[in-house]
């Protein structure tokens, strides 16, 4: 049982290119998120996708989209990454909102 | 004001402590409360839960929650060299906004 799983571990990027950070769950949980980890600052809360097909902001939405593929499978996206989008990404499961969050092993990213 | 409040430390103690850990919320619509654990290099994983005020114990671990202060703890008793790692608490009202402290950066000295 893998849980949330993330790729990739760790990206470099130069400013203005563009990734995907690929967030899959095997516990069949309704709610997915994505947030950022900056020293100084915890965890703050990006997007979060409340079920199958639909997806809202956190606090910190600028520069960033989602998608929710499927059930399993939440991805987020920066078009044109920025020095300040350098973080630590986490992704998140839930059955509910009111449920523990799980959460994957983070993504190291940086924007050069 | 950010929602909720923690300090960040960092606090070091000795092996066979009682460690306190507190954080203090702002919004009266919170009604969930967590203590979450993260190693370094790890992602955060759920150490305690609980439900309104009252208090919740597991093992070494005792969660608080005071409502009328807006106050939430965590004790750690007889604390070990593992236990070394970064503290977050949280809170949210019901929905999937999941409010966070910066955390609190915990060592354990043998």
């Known amino acids: 049982n893998a849980g949330v799983t993330q790729t990739p571990k760790f990206q470099v990027l130069k400013t203005g290119q563009s990734m995907t950070l690929q967030c899959a769950q095997d516990?069949?949980?309704?709610?997915m998120y994505w947030y950022r980890q900056d020293p100084g600052m915890g965890l703050r809360l990006i997007y979060y996708s409340a079920s199958e097909g639909t997806t809202d902001k956190g606090e910190v939405p600028n520069g960033y989209n989602v998608s929710r593929l499927n059930k399993r499978e939440f991805s987020l996206r920066l078009e044109s990454a920025a020095p300040s989008q350098t973080s630590v990404y986490f992704c998140?499961?839930?059955?509910?909102?009111?449920?523990?969050?799980?959460f994957g092993p983070g993504t190291r990213l940086t924007v050069l | 004001q950010k929602e909720v409040e923690q300090d960040p430390g960092p606090l070091s103690v000795p092996e066979g402590a009682i460690v306190s850990l507190n954080c203090t919320y702002s919004n009266s619509a919170f009604q969930y409360f967590m203590w979450y654990r993260q190693y370094s290099r790890k992602g955060p994983e759920l150490l305690m839960y609980?439900?309104?005020?009252g208090n919740k114990e597991d093992g070494r671990f005792t969660a608080q929650v005071d409502k009328s202060s807006k106050y939430i703890s965590l004790f750690i008793r007889d604390s070990q060299p593992s236990d070394s790692a970064t503290y977050l608490c949280?809170?949210?009202?019901?929905?999937?906004?999941?409010?966070f402290g910066k955390g609190t950066k915990l060592t354990v000295n043998p």
């Open positions: 949280a809170s949210s009202g019901g929905s999937e906004k999941l409010v």
């Open positions: 609980t439900y309104s005020s």
């Open positions: 516990m069949n949980h309704n709610s």
């Open positions: 998140a499961s839930s059955a509910g909102p009111k449920d523990t969050q799980y």
